[in-house]
T-cell receptor, first 114, second 114 residues
Framework: KQEVTQIPAALSVPEGENLVLNCSFT??????LQWFRQDPGKGLTSLLL?????REQTSGRLNASLDKSSGRSTLYIAASQPGDSATYLC?????????????FGAGTQVVVTP | AAGVIQSPRHLIKEKRETATLKCYPI?????VYWYQQGPGQDPQFLIS???????DKGSIPDRFSAQQFSDYHSELNMSSLELGDSALYFC?????????????FGPGTRLLVL
């Protein structure tokens, strides 16, 4: 059974520092992994999708890496800004789960202080 | 760019009442997914539809039913509401339902059961 874990649960950094967010999964046989941002009480904004055949994806200040063999993905946010404050969730799609299902981690709550 | 539309955005119901949530996918997307996010929890997959047919089922209570219509919009019907049904309900859509496709999430419907 696939389990997705995000550590730490919360993170606070001063503005300008790089953010490193971790996501681990127990079953390496995944189709893809998606990173989301969620503001309090709001919807999920898709940030990056990494296919199982890829090792990284980049979008602006965001870079996500994927190491299937070790069951890990890392989201890097360069030069953090107060507007980056949000909860970041990773989710995997894998054959061990039902077809359409994204399995989410519990998220990392990020606060970027000015 | 057009996004996933959900209505209503907020809903307040009494116990044992019924509720209907609507989801309008991104144009040309033929696959719809429903997720439930309880307070402080990560989203849990409920059900999905591809080309108007149910494609997958997660932890959806028997009191809930859903369908996808000819214009690809979807409705989640919830009956005999319980206090524990209070949550944020997300709809997501993707193109073709392929395993490599990104799921785009709507803003959610916040349901409060009193």
């Amino acid at each position: 059974k696939q389990e997705v874990t995000q550590i730490p649960a919360a993170l606070s950094v001063p503005e300008g520092e790089n953010l490193v967010l971790n996501c681990s999964f127990t079953d390496s046989a995944i189709y893809n992994l998606q990173w989301f941002r969620q503001d309090p009480g709001k919807g999920l904004t898709s940030l990056l999708l990494i296919q199982s055949s890829q090792r990284e994806q980049t979008s602006g200040r965001l870079n996500a890496s994927l190491d299937k063999s070790s069951g890990r993905s890392t989201l890097y946010i360069a030069a953090s800004q107060p507007g980056d404050s949000a909860t970041y969730l990773c989710a995997v799609r894998s054959p061990s789960a039902s077809w359409g299902k994204l399995q989410f981690g519990a998220g990392t709550q990020v606060v970027v202080t000015p | 760019a057009a996004g996933v539309i959900q209505s209503p955005r907020h809903l307040i119901k009494e116990k044992r009442e019924t509720a209907t949530l609507k989801c309008y996918p991104i144009p040309r997307h033929d696959t719809v997914y429903w997720y439930q996010q309880g307070p402080g929890q990560d989203p849990q997959f409920l059900i999905s539809f591809y080309e108007k047919m149910q494609s997958d089922k997660g932890s959806i209570p028997d009191r809930f039913s859903a369908q996808q219509f000819s214009d690809y919009h979807s409705e989640l019907n919830m009956s005999s509401l319980e206090l524990g049904d209070s949550a944020l309900y997300f709809c997501a859509s993707s193109l073709s339902g392929g395993l490599s496709e990104t799921q785009y999430f709507g803003p959610g419907t916040r349901l409060l059961v009193l």
